[in-house]
């Protein structure tokens, strides 16, 4: 409750101060006002958060603006007497203008009442040219990247796509993060995946970058959504079909390192409406290396230097197939429900993988190998969700239920050849099939209150029921030709279950203080409880239950000029998924094995922040600072075994903590020119608080990243685009992970009346290879690694779209089920970046 009140406090006055900042002394400010209501041509609801800018009349020059409020109103103040023009804007619906607006006067306001906005999916032979769209729209309470207005992604895949998102960064082997932490959600359409929570980096790579429409970042959850994500969510929406009628679409790419090909299609006539598609992707020629020293000082102070090198290559097969219908039962009753199905085929092949031992500087062992990984999957969703409206406008009700489930398979087949390296002395087998499932049922309900409905009180309570298993197996086979012989013991070959029932509730409430001011108080309570188990017991697994209080706050306060200044408060939980919980030893490299941990216990962590954004000429900038407190973060723990190998587990030791900013902005010039760029950048402080000398870590430093995207659209409908990122040297607890960068450049054309388009893509088009290097650093253990990847690539792709379509009078906003409460992809939290070797 203090910290409540002190960012209350906080943010009052930082906003006071900052409309005191606004007035110049001496000077009258100008009380006139051009007030209006954005609403919904079709359903004659509010647009809330429009977007409202100011013209001189007949020309360019922006001389004001502002945001629309949840209830679509909207005040200008700031300009002179004189005539204008007004443009109002809203991702989906074609930008208003009113013309002639006579402002005489420096007091009165002038009222030009409802707005009423236009869907722009209007039939194909009623598209007109209209001026260069957004990439990036500023929220409340999140920022949405609009990746279908980005044509440099065709033909890649969901990673592609978030390397262009403000505030997110992801390496070259998919991982992402949150402002330098990779515990964060992702959820597709709002809904929860049963991939995306065994790998998040899994789960981009099956997602087309040709099919999401836009990348909601939530940095300030509120008590809504599942406590899980310490850093935040990530919501990929999904371009779906709005319009009566049949259509049907067909893409396909080739380029030097991949191909693709989807066909969606969709039917839309009266209450029903279906769609189905499927995307497929093949990877191939995808050769890289990878070199790595480590140097181990032994108990009687001699000092063992290992040196490996390798040729690698890499092939894959991707595939995501939905099948969605819904249902319009009368004017208040809605279903909708979709089945999603998702495959991922990996192979790795490690050749020459050569392995020199010195001891105190002199070569004692020469060891040749080939390791060839397997990774497979496939996956499925099932949703069924059924919403009640009522007459009350913004009321309503809903029944989400969702069944996911992912089965994978991982295995190696490690080849150790003889001493002269002539022949096979022996192999080593490991297999890994594992599976996930979650039950899920949610109740959500929406109660408008106060005059107008102006507040808004929102609750509901949500059940998640997981089970996941791992079975693994270790083989040994002598010769080329042997048969393997499974290793019986419990450690190396057994069978693991981990059943988890979470049970939530949750509340909140948003209104409007002294007018321009909002506040979103909110409270969840989550209870977890865990069964554990072995096949073969080795030890007791006793996981005790635990509650957890999750409170949340959001405040805003709207300025002139469509200025906003926000702030907020909330508590995130951890959980940890099966990737760090699975007791399997990975030994595909039998010098550096690692093995999860069944009893890790759950992250907590607090976020504060605030934000500033503004808008000024064909400009808007926004700022934001934060700082996270993690208690009980998941490490890395790295020891030396007798043998000389390293061994990495996992345990609950780490206390992290970072500042940070993110800047953003975007220029609009003659419609035809915008660029858009952002700088990331934060300190962090790392400690895994262990006081024994040889295990004790502590790291900190600067992490900075930025990107830059560029739009120029041309006659007779040509559009060139340029996109580059780069992110520097990240600090890890026991060392750091090298940065990297990565630019792209695409032309497209659209043909027959937009139905058909072709581009033409370049990426790394002048360097041949990525080199990115990796640093631990222990008391006992000093490692050094690079890896190389050839990222040089051309592309071409084509889309054509069939059918005829009109506006759907009877668009309903549709919900879904979202579970994000476990720690997933890559090793977040501030575990270390190992590479596969």
Not at 422 to 441: A, G, M
Not at 533 to 548: C, R
Request: glycine share 10%.
């Amino acid at each position: 409750m203090k910290k409540l009140l002190n960012i209350i406090a906080l943010f009052f006055l930082i906003s006071s101060s900052t409309v005191i900042a606004q007035q110049t002394p001496g000077k009258e400010t100008t009380p006139s006002k051009i007030i209006g209501v954005a609403k919904d041509a079709k359903t004659g609801e509010p647009v809330a958060y429009a977007t409202a800018a100011l013209y001189a009349a007949g020309g360019d020059t922006n001389v004001a603006g502002a945001v629309a409020d949840g209830d679509g109103k909207f005040f200008i103040t700031g300009m002179d007497p004189g005539t204008y023009d007004l443009k109002i804007s809203f991702l989906g619906f074609e930008t208003k203008t009113i013309s002639g607006i006579q402002v005489v006067a420096k007091t009165g306001d002038v009222n030009i009442g409802e707005i009423e906005m236009t869907d722009e999916g209007l039939a194909l032979e009623e598209v007109t040219v209209q001026g260069q769209r957004e990439l990036i729209e500023e929220r409340v309470d999140r920022t949405i990247y609009k990746a279908e207005n980005d044509k440099t992604t065709a033909g890649g895949d969901g990673t592609d796509v978030l390397r262009r998102v403000p505030m997110l960064s992801v390496d070259l082997d998919g991982n992402v993060s949150m402002r330098g932490s990779s515990n964060i959600t992702v959820l597709i359409d709002g809904r929860p995946s049963a991939i995306a929570a065994s790998s998040i980096t899994d789960a981009l790579k099956q997602i087309p970058a040709d099919e999401i429409k836009e990348v909601e970042v939530i940095t300030s959850p509120s008590a809504k959504y599942d406590a899980e994500g310490t850093s935040g969510v990530i919501n990929i929406v999904t371009k779906k079909n709005n319009l009566q009628g049949m259509s049907a679409n067909i893409r396909t790419g080739t380029g030097m390192r991949g191909s693709d090909f989807g066909l969606n299609a969709s039917a839309r006539k009266g209450k029903f409406g279906f769609t189905l598609g499927g995307y497929g992707r093949a990877g191939y020629n995808t050769p890289g290396s990878f070199e790595n020293t480590q140097v181990v000082t032994n108990p009687d102070n001699t000092t063992s230097t290992i040196i490996q090198s390798a040729d690698s290559d890499r092939e894959f097969l991707f595939g995501r197939y939905n099948f969605g219908a819904d249902y319009e039962i009368d004017k208040y009753n809605f279903l909708t429900a979709a089945v999603n199905f998702g495959i991922r085929n990996s192979k790795n092949y490690q050749d020459d993988f050569l392995t020199q031992n010195f001891v105190n500087g002199d070569l004692v062992r020469n060891t040749l190998r080939e390791t060839d990984t397997k990774d497979n999957s496939n996956s499925v969703d099932v949703s069924l969700n059924y919403t009640k409206t009522f007459e009350e406008k913004g009321k309503e009700v809903s029944v989400l239920t969702l069944y996911s489930r992912n089965n994978q398979e991982n295995a190696f087949i490690n080849t150790l050849f003889s001493e002269d390296m002539s022949t096979i002395d022996s192999r080593l087998k490991n297999d890994n099939p594992s599976k996930n499932e979650e039950f899920t049922i949610q109740l959500d309900l929406v109660e408008p209150m106060g005059k107008d409905g102006q507040s808004i009180l929102e609750y509901g309570a949500k059940n998640i029921y997981r089970k996941a298993f791992s079975d693994f197996a270790y083989f040994q086979a002598d010769g080329a030709d042997g048969e393997f012989v499974e290793n019986t013991n419990p450690s190396l070959s057994n069978a693991f279950s981990y059943d988890q029932n979470v049970t939530a509730g949750y509340v909140s409430y948003t209104t409007t203080l002294f007018k321009n001011y909002t506040i979103k108080p909110g409270l969840r309570y989550e209870y977890t409880t865990i069964n554990a188990d072995f096949k073969t017991e080795t030890t007791t697994t006793d996981i005790p239950s635990y509650g957890t209080f999750v409170p949340s706050l959001n405040l805003s306060r709207k300025l002139a000029n469509g200025n906003m200044i926000k702030a907020s408060y909330n508590r995130r939980i951890s959980r940890p998924s099966l990737r760090f919980l699975n007791p399997n030893i990975d030994s595909s490299n039998p010098l550096q094995i690692s093995q999860g941990n069944p009893e890790l216990d759950p992250e907590f962590t607090d976020n504060y922040e605030v934000g500033y954004s503004t808008f000024f000429k064909g400009t808007m900038v926004s700022f934001s600072g934060f700082f996270r407190n993690t208690t009980g973060s998941i490490q890395s723990v790295r020891t030396v075994q007798d043998d000389g190998v390293i061994y990495t587990g996992y345990d609950n030791i780490g206390h992290e903590r970072a500042f940070g900013t993110n800047i953003f902005t975007n220029i609009s010039i003659n419609n035809k020119f915008s660029l858009n760029g952002s700088v990331d950048a934060y300190y962090a402080f790392l400690d895994n608080g262990l006081t024994d000398p040889l295990y004790a870590a502590s790291n900190d430093g600067f992490v900075i990243s930025g990107r830059l995207f560029g739009n120029y659209t041309l006659p007779k409908d040509w559009q060139i685009q340029a996109f580059t990122f780069a992110r520097g040297r990240s600090v890890q607890l026991q060392g750091s992970a090298g940065g990297f960068a990565a630019y792209g450049l695409g032309i497209n054309k659209q043909f027959d009346e937009k139905r058909g388009s072709i581009g033409f893509g370049a990426d790394n088009f002048l360097m041949k290879e990525f080199r990115m290097k990796n640093e631990i650093i222990t008391p006992t253990i000093v490692q050094n690694s690079t890896n190389i990847m050839q990222n040089m690539n051309f592309k071409i792709n084509f889309s054509y779209r069939i059918g005829k379509l009109s506006v759907d009078q009877n668009k309903r906003k549709k919900r879904s089920v979202s579970n994000d409460d476990l720690k997933g992809g890559g090793e977040g939290g501030g575990a270390e970046m190992t590479q596969n070797k």
